[in-house]
């Protein structure tokens, strides 16, 4: 640094400019950079202490996102800074929710819904007898949705027994025998009512649904998604898609399309099921909007359910299968079979006939998955080996993923490795993402898998922990339109109600104003009769005060008349004498 400062000021020397000498405070603090107007920075140790601060703090319910903002004008653009990923580490989910601040399409009808869990016993099958194994059940049952095995319980929403009558336990309960909520012998119809039916409701309400089976090898899995081929032992795949054509078939104001795909994952490559001719591997990529999709699958449209069993049968026999000593038909790929419905509903805004019209779309993933193997027990060498090594690290990383989403949902700071497997990056939206999801642990009631259905139930009860947040996939703008013109057409109903009660009111205020004028006429009429009332009292007072003064004035003219004769006889009795008196009476005619 001397040796550049000397240089510097040799040249300035010798050509003849001088500079000030810099001091060291000055030296110490960076040149100023005039900004542009309208632009704001915040400095960037502020924050880098406030995101250290954030990241070592954990996260709160309601503690708000740290944002980076730069303003230019009026415009300004944020990204969020999520503290449940540490520094320099953006997980997928972190991925989902830095995108879901992207303009979305999508209306905010969310629901916070937790997975759903269903336990299904299978039975003791033909190659469990000629391995000579015990048929009574490792497993017993203490509750409605209970299960007991070596001293440990473990509880889920759903309990589909169909291993033949549980064992006793000590632990017994009152509704333990109870058919409705633990059935003995559970069919394929039992699994459909408890599991694939509300699929079916949730998918025409536009919220998309998962249903994935899952468990060691030979448990039951392909037969509870896909079953036989007899009616009575269809699996939840085909029962709830013939389901969906039943129902979109009695649509009134409604138009249901389906489009179905049906993919592998073997030994972590994505095959698409439906193109026998090509076996190369597709890509899975994510959409800020719509999600985690795989490029370049093929997307088959079916107006019936005859289509879509063909559809479901061709995928099938496209699958990689192989027989071990614990299965005879062992699935050695995970299955995922998508249905993705759209659905055109017309609504009729009022009574003038105006029809609008709104699109809901909702995926269905039914999957079936590959079982844990213990190379011990299946006696794999070779590829089945590989195949059963790349299970295993699939299933390990599924495991992986269900704890770091459980610790999530408890509020701790962990990281989620989905995209460690294709499995687990296929179905990342329907794990903690936008999906109501089903998950169905099948479990072996042989006591010599007692150990794998242990490790079964405990990521099974964990997985109820996971908090999914699933919202309706319609289009925001043609939402915002549609409840407008719900509002404008609420709106001239009410003015129409408005006008009629208006008409009847303004009636009846006519009548009012009639019968007011009557009111007042008659007073009129009564201020008139009284005061001619008043008139004829009057004149009826003065006619007998004049009377009076008449008969008064009489009475006095009398009175003096009287007098004087009294007067004129007393003067004639003095004159005559009392002898004279009568005399003077008859004279005066007095009696």
Known sequence: ???????????????????????????????????????????????????????????????????????????????????????????????????????????????????????????????????????????????????????????????????????????????????????????????????????????????????????????????????????????????????LFHRSSLFSSKKATFEVSFMEIYCEKVKDLLKASEYASLRVRQHPVKGVFVEGIERVSVSSWDECEEVINRGNQQRVTASTSMNEKSSRSHAVFIINVTIDENVKLSKNGRITSSQRTAVINLVDLAGSERVSRTGCTGQLLEEATQINLSLTVLRKVIDGLVEKSRGARAIVPVRESMLTWVLSDSLGGNSKTTMIATASPTSESVEETICTLRYAVKARSIVNVAKVNEDSHARIVRDLQLEISKLRSEQDERTSDTEVLAAQIELNERALKQVRDAAKQMQQLHKQTISQERDRRLLAEAEATQLSTKLQSVELLLAEKESFILSLQQQNGTGNYESGCSLCGLQ
Not at 33 to 51: D, I, M, N
Not at 81 to 100: E, H, T, V, W
Not at 224 to 239: A, I, Q, V, Y
């Open 1 to 243: 640094m001397e040796v550049r400062e000397r240089s510097l000021s040799q040249k300035r020397a010798a050509t003849g400019t001088m500079m000030p000498p810099v001091s060291p405070e000055s030296r110490a603090l960076p040149p100023k950079v005039p900004l542009r107007k309208g632009t704001s920075l915040t400095p960037p140790r502020a924050l880098s202490k406030t995101v250290s601060d954030r990241l070592r703090s954990p996260p709160t319910p309601n503690s708000p996102e740290l944002k980076f903002e730069r303003r230019e004008g009026s415009s300004t653009r944020s990204l969020p800074i999520f503290g449940n990923d540490p520094p320099g580490i953006i997980s997928p989910a972190s991925s989902r929710s830095m995108c879901s601040s992207l303009p979305s399409p999508v209306v905010n009808e969310k629901q916070e819904t937790n997975i759903k869990v269903a336990l299904r016993v299978r039975p003791f099958t033909a190659l469990d007898r000629r391995s000579k194994i015990d048929d009574v059940p490792a497993l017993g049952v203490t509750g409605s949705a209970t299960v007991s095995v070596r001293n440990l319980q473990f509880t889920f929403d759903h309990l589909l027994w169909s291993a033949g009558t549980p064992p006793s336990s000590e632990i017994e309960t009152e509704d333990s025998s109870d058919e409705e909520f633990c059935p003995r012998n559970a069919s394929q119809t039992d699994v459909y009512k408890r599991i694939g039916s509300p699929v079916v409701d949730t998918t025409l309400a536009g919220f998309n649904s998962c249903v994935f089976a899952y468990g060691q090898t030979g448990s039951g899995k392909t037969y509870t998604m896909m079953g036989d081929s007899t009616p009575e032992g269809k699996g939840l795949l085909p029962r709830i898609t013939e389901e």
